[in-house]
């Protein structure tokens, strides 16, 4: 993580100074013309660790790897790590299995209800088309949210996810699917096939308790 980028450094002597939090402890990394070095705040000594996350490509090609024996002015490619964070968690009665839309659609109602807008996401199923999460991939406007499959299809790879129930609420209250809808639905299930995460279904959510439910009326 980046903490700072100081502003009143001197021109003259092109240093560029960044603060990276690692674990407990906070690096600050100066790069002169003459080399690089690294300076533990917390205990005031130089030191070399290893950043594995935190920067960007563009960041990370100013901060040679000291400990590979690299040259200070060597180009560096990031090496980057995926991982998958627990946020909000939805409270149930029992457990949500989604062998049937009417019973994915109550629940999703509720993840819903506080939205004024388009959102597009994906309940995440186990193999026994028990719920094991979800997802909120993409935030739109009152009538759409763009989107494409891989926003939808990456939190269920990290999530050892077996399929997905796709979903997306329509403002107005009328659940009526829309061409787009239709199209994106294709898009995903075809993407899904070739990952190994079955699409179960699309479910357009209008006004509670209504739904349309993709599967059951243009079955891909």
Not at 88 to 107: L, R
Not at 213 to 219: A, V
Request: glycine fraction near 8%; aromatic fraction near 6%.
């Amino acid at each position: 993580m980046i903490m700072s980028f100081p502003k009143n450094l001197s021109p003259v002597d092109q240093l560029a100074t960044r603060e990276i939090e690692n674990g407990s402890r906070s690096y600050r990394v100066t790069t002169t013309a003459g080399g690089t070095t690294w300076f533990n705040s917390h205990h005031n000594q130089h030191t070399s660790p290893t950043i594995e996350a935190g920067l960007s490509l563009g960041d990370m090609d100013a901060v040679p790897s000291l400990e590979c024996g690299l040259a200070p002015d060597q180009q560096t490619i990031a090496r980057y790590r995926l991982s998958l964070a627990r946020e909000v968690c939805v409270p149930y009665d029992e457990p949500i299995y989604c062998d049937q839309p009417q019973k994915a659609a109550g629940f999703l109602h509720r993840i819903l209800a506080t939205y004024d807008r388009e959102v597009l996401g994906a309940l995440l199923v186990g193999a026994n088309h028990r719920a094991i999460g979800h997802t909120l991939a993409y935030i739109g406007t009152l009538t759409q949210a763009p989107a494409e499959p891989r926003g939808l299809l990456v939190p269920a790879l990290l999530a050892n996810a077996a399929a997905v129930i796709l979903f997306h609420n329509h403002p107005s209250g009328d659940p009526k699917p829309s061409a787009d809808d239709i199209a994106l639905t294709s898009k995903v299930a075809a993407a899904g096939d070739i990952l190994g995460i079955q699409v179960l279904d699309h479910l357009v959510l209008g006004d509670p308790p209504s739904y349309v439910s993709l599967w059951q009326k243009y079955p891909w």
